[in-house]
């Protein structure tokens, strides 16, 4: 059967209707080329011209905050993140910080030496995640004044990596890492964002968790309003933290704002009911990908007048030990770093929060000897370590 050709008339409907489409592909391309030139232009002449915006300033916006990761004595081994607000600077060698030598690797985690980049699990590797805030950290362990950067004693280290060192001395041979997944001023409210974005990538064996004093102390603006991590919040701020004329846009809405911003009253960053929560679905994050997990309570000296967290520090440790004996996970209080055992315990800290150099070889100590109870640590031969 012969197929019916198309009349002259029809070919040149067909063929202006597809020249009509390309012209229509064509100028909608033109208008979003000469648009992102725009953009790009705008963006260049704002580099060349104008002071540089950090995109830490512009995510961290409580007083509280500011004060302990982005003025400018404090900033320094700090820069912004969307997601989480700030983190550590990546490839950090040796930098010296409110007393505390630091190296951090390319994805912004402290090592105990410099260039110790952090690959893709292994097999036959073992690895522990130890997720927390500064105390995780090890802030000021070891301590250093900034005039002599090199008088200190590197055996004086933060319980992550006291727990690696003893491990592998005690399994020569088997591959056993110990990441420090703590960033200063971390409350469980980003310690949770930042699990659950990162816990497939670097696929513990085993978790630790130990948030407290961050979640309980005050600020203007608490951590579920000051830390959205909705998909076009961390959108935003990925903006921000990519241009500068984002970033300055950003900076001079801001201002106009300013005195139509309502005050605040002060309160807990997280509270106490939030941070069980927070604890509890970290853990079962890890309980979902059949992953090891221990919660350590958080450490702290004494309660006094002078502290109004310091208050909330027992009550919030008690809910959480309620809660999480409930469920049957593991959970670490270790009695010499609660106010429980103050003035005796005076020797174990820095200050009222921290813990010194014993105090952490307390904590590795402890936590070895609850490993050894509960099987996490599978085939691995655990070491004793006299704190």
């Not at 979003?32 to 060349?48: C, G």
């Amino acid at each position: 059967m012969t197929k019916p050709s198309r009349s002259p008339a029809g070919e040149a409907r067909a063929s202006t209707t597809s020249l009509n489409l390309k012209r229509k592909i064509a100028y909608v391309a033109v208008i979003y080329l000469s648009f992102l030139l725009l953009l790009a232009a705008v963006e260049i002449v704002t580099r060349l011209t104008m002071d540089h915006v950090s995109s830490l300033d512009l995510f961290v916006v409580s007083s509280q905050q500011k004060a302990q990761v982005a003025d400018s004595k404090q900033s320094g081994i700090f820069e912004g993140d969307p997601l989480l607000l700030w983190r550590l600077k990546p490839n950090l060698n040796q930098a010296i910080w409110d007393y505390t030598v630091l190296s951090t690797n390319a994805q912004h985690l402290r090592t105990e030496k410099p260039g110790q980049p952090l690959r893709p699990k292994q097999p036959g590797t073992f690895r522990i995640v130890c997720l927390g805030d500064s105390v995780t950290f090890g802030f000021r362990v070891p301590p250093v004044w900034p005039d002599k950067p090199t008088e200190y004693d590197p055996t004086w280290l933060p319980y992550p990596m006291l727990l690696e060192k003893e491990l592998r001395f005690a399994n020569p041979g088997r591959p056993i890492e110990v990441i420090t997944m703590a960033v200063p001023g971390y409350t469980s409210h980003q310690g949770l964002a930042w699990l659950r974005r990162d816990i497939d990538e670097l696929d513990p064996d085993l978790l630790t968790i130990s948030f407290g004093w961050n979640d309980a102390s005050y600020s203007d603006v608490p951590d579920h309003k000051a830390i959205v991590t909705s998909r076009s919040a961390i959108a935003v701020r990925w903006m921000i933290d990519h241009s500068q004329a984002f970033a300055h846009m950003t900076r001079w809405l801001r201002s106009k704002n300013i005195e139509r911003s309502p005050t605040h009253r002060p309160a807990p960053r997280v509270y106490q009911p939030d941070y069980v929560n927070n604890i509890r679905a970290m853990v079962q994050l890890a309980r979902n990908r059949r992953t090891g997990v221990i919660v350590i309570a958080a450490p702290y000296r004494d309660v006094t007048p002078t502290a109004p967290e310091g208050d909330l520090i027992p009550r919030y440790r008690e809910s959480l030990r309620n809660a999480l004996q409930a469920e049957r996970t593991p959970f670490l209080e270790i009695l010499e770093l609660t106010e429980k055992a103050y003035p005796s315990n005076e020797g174990w800290f820095g200050e009222r929060i921290h813990p010194n150099h014993m105090g952490h070889r307390l904590m590795a100590s402890e936590l070895l000897t609850l490993l050894a109870s509960t099987g996490e640590l599978k085939d691995l031969k655990i070491p004793s370590l006299t704190p």
